[in-house]
T-cell receptor, first 108, second 114 residues
């Protein structure tokens, strides 16, 4: 069974501070991991995927298979980063499962 | 708007009534997913289709729930004999298959059972 855990429901940082949103997963095979973001009054949208090893809007995430983690990081948070962030895992059947989400608030 | 479209956006129904939601995916996407999201929770997987075939159903999907995708294009999700616990946002997403693909989400249908 595949499971995604986001231990923090709420995270609040000041503008310019580093931010890390935690994600741990459970999956017996080779997972595909994603971060989705939902800004206020907008639909869920993909932020980044582990396979691309990309940086989007200053965010990066590294898959750590030893720790079964895929934490999302940004060195300097901006107010516009305030949103709900969901970690998601896609298993062998490509059925995507989501964590409960972390609400990030970046204070001025 | 060529994205995923869901109708209606909002639905208020009395307990015991049946409701049906529609999802129109992005046209070339052959995978279609249904999720349910309640306040403070992430999207919970309900079911998904590969073309017209329903490949997996969550245990969350009781026998009051049924989903179809008759021609491999749009999909419907029906809830029979609605209960107050069915009140939630119902999300649809679609994606391509093969490789690592992004799921594109609709704006959801918010169901309120009174």
């Amino acid at each position: 069974a595949q499971r995604v855990t986001q231990p923090e429901k709420l995270l609040s940082v000041f503008k310019g501070a580093p931010v890390e949103l935690k994600c741990n997963y459970s999956y017996s095979g080779s997972p595909e991991l994603f971060w989705y973001v939902q800004y206020s009054r907008q639909r869920l949208q993909l932020l980044l995927r582990h396979i691309s090893r990309e940086s989007i809007k200053g965010f990066t995430a590294d898959l750590n298979k030893g720790e079964t983690s895929f934490h999302l990081k940004k060195p300097f948070a901006q107010e516009e980063d305030s949103a709900m962030y969901y970690c998601a895992l896609s298993g062998g059947n490509n059925d995507m499962r989501f964590g409960a989400g972390t609400r990030l608030t970046v204070k001025p | 708007d060529t994205g995923v479209s869901q109708n209606p956006r909002h639905k208020i129904t009395k307990r015991g009534q049946n409701v049906t939601f529609r999802c129109d995916p992005i046209s070339e996407h052959n995978r279609l997913y249904w999720y349910r999201q309640t306040l403070g929770q992430g999207p919970e997987f309900l079911t998904y289709f590969q073309n017209e075939a329903q490949l997996e159903k969550s245990r969350l999907l009781s026998d009051r729930f049924s989903a179809e995708r008759p021609k491999g294009s749009f999909s419907t999700l029906e809830i029979q004999r609605t209960e107050q616990g069915d009140s939630a946002m119902y999300l649809c997403a679609s994606s391509l298959t093969g490789g690592i693909t992004e799921a594109f989400f609709g704006q959801g249908t918010r169901l309120t059972v009174v």
